[in-house]
């Protein structure tokens, strides 16, 4: 038996027509950049998330970016972030000129610490980012009293977590939240995507204008601003996606219940789920001390895995100069050498998840 690890055309096989109708559609609009198609889903996506808005935007990096910009982040300040994310949450806060201040993980939903966040805040600090790692929720209460408390910006990198949960509530209900519509997430485009949402108007309009060459009028500039719209061709996809995303979560937590049922006995550390948390398993982890053997053995008895991620931020090139050293941050760097991430995919078929759970547990 084959499982990849994730079949995106078996996943989006019920809904292929009605995209090809909609791309026609756009395609006989003349309409090509902003206009009706993105309205729709902007207005489509900010119910599903229960936010007052949502601005479409290039790809999630840059609405992690413009949602940092627009919120006064700038050269020296300090954002605290998770050292185990990754690199895009930190480009970020180094594309707005300011400083990530990486802060270690909570050791079982690998989610970041509040109280490491509220051990490094600094008189520099300006904002806090909460990625909502692998689909899991993050602890958002104990976040917003460390910024309400020091007057920070709190940003919730949403990339992997479209349709979770908070103690009952949708991510991107409460504050604002910055999402990937990369092909791979649980919300995926047919090319680069991504949408900021969030309750605050002032942040809105300047997130609108900064998209936009920092334009609301056209051809008067008030900010200097960038190109990055979500083209409506995109929208008009991700629409027709977003009518079967609840079906296809439902999918992922039926895999993961099996997994998480199955793998019970396994000797492999499984994924912690906290009782308020209603993740969306845009991946299913786990780790084991031997990776490289256990990732080869799988692959051997056809089974597709994947690793996120091989190496923290801290520990890229890209951060050489930034002065960080080597078991600085212990965690991250030890989940980063032990995380395998399993086969997910909605169009998993209950005969592969099987096989999966099977072979783990004769190998692990
Ligand atoms: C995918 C991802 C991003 C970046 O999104 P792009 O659309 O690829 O720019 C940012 N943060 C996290 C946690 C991600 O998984």
């Given at each position: 038996m084959k499982v990849p690890f994730l079949d995106l055309l078996a996943a989006q096989s019920q809904v292929q027509l009605e995209i090809e109708a909609a791309i026609k559609r756009v395609a006989n609009s003349g309409c090509y950049i902003l206009g009706p198609e993105l309205l729709n889903f902007e207005a489509e996506f900010a119910k599903f998330t229960a936010a007052k808005h949502c601005i479409g935007v290039a790809n999630g990096l840059d609405a992690l970016c413009l949602a940092l910009k627009s919120a006064g982040i700038t050269t020296d300040d300090e954002v605290i972030l998770p050292a185990n994310t990754y690199i895009a949450t930190w480009l970020a806060v180094s594309q707005c000129g300011a400083k990530p201040v990486p802060v270690e993980p909570l050791k079982d939903t690998y989610n970041i610490d509040p109280e490491a966040v509220a051990a490094a805040v600094t008189n520099r600090t300006r904002a806090i980012i909460a990625v909502h790692?692998?689909?899991?929720?993050?602890?958002?209460?104990?976040?917003?009293?460390?910024?309400?408390?020091?007057?920070?910006?709190?940003?919730?990198?949403?990339?992997?977590?479209h349709g979770a949960r908070y103690k009952s509530l949708p991510i991107g209900s409460v504050g604002t939240a910055a999402w990937s519509f990369y092909p791979s997430k649980n919300l995926g485009a047919w090319g680069d995507g991504g949408a900021v949402t969030s309750n605050d108007p002032d942040?809105?309009?300047?997130?609108?204008?900064?998209?936009?060459?920092?334009?609301?009028?056209?051809?008067?500039?008030?900010?200097?601003?960038?190109?990055?719209?979500?083209?409506?061709?995109?929208?008009?996809?991700?629409?027709?996606?977003?009518?079967?995303?609840?079906?296809?979560?439902?999918c992922r937590k039926s895999v993961a219940a099996h997994y998480s049922q199955g793998l019970v006995g396994s000797?492999?550390?499984?994924?912690?789920?906290?009782?308020?948390?209603?993740?969306?398993?845009?991946?299913?982890?786990?780790?084991?001390?031997?990776?490289?053997?256990?990732q080869k053995r799988l692959k051997q008895?056809?089974?597709?895995?994947?690793?996120h991620y091989p190496i923290p931020?801290?520990?890229?090139?890209?951060?050489?100069?930034?002065?960080?050293?080597?078991?600085?941050?212990?965690?991250s760097e030890q989940f980063s050498k032990e995380v395998i991430s399993l086969p997910m995919c909605p169009a998993q078929s209950q005969q592969q998840t099987d096989y999966v759970i099977e072979k783990i547990n004769s190998l692990a």
């Open positions: 790692l692998y689909g899991q929720p993050a602890d958002m209460d104990p976040l917003r009293k460390i910024s309400n408390q020091y007057g920070l910006f709190l940003l919730e990198d949403a990339a992997q977590a942040l809105v309009e300047k997130i609108m204008s900064l998209r936009n060459y920092g334009s609301s009028v056209k051809y008067v500039n008030d900010v200097q601003g960038v190109n990055s719209r979500l083209d409506p061709l995109q929208a008009a996809i991700l629409n027709v996606k977003l009518s079967q995303l609840e079906a296809w979560t439902n000797g492999l550390v499984l994924p912690a789920v906290r009782s308020w948390a209603d993740p969306v398993w845009h991946l299913y982890v786990i780790r084991h001390p031997q990776r490289q053997k256990f008895a056809g089974i597709e895995t994947g690793i931020p801290h520990q890229q090139k890209a951060y050489a100069n930034a002065g960080f050293s080597k078991g600085q941050f212990p965690l």
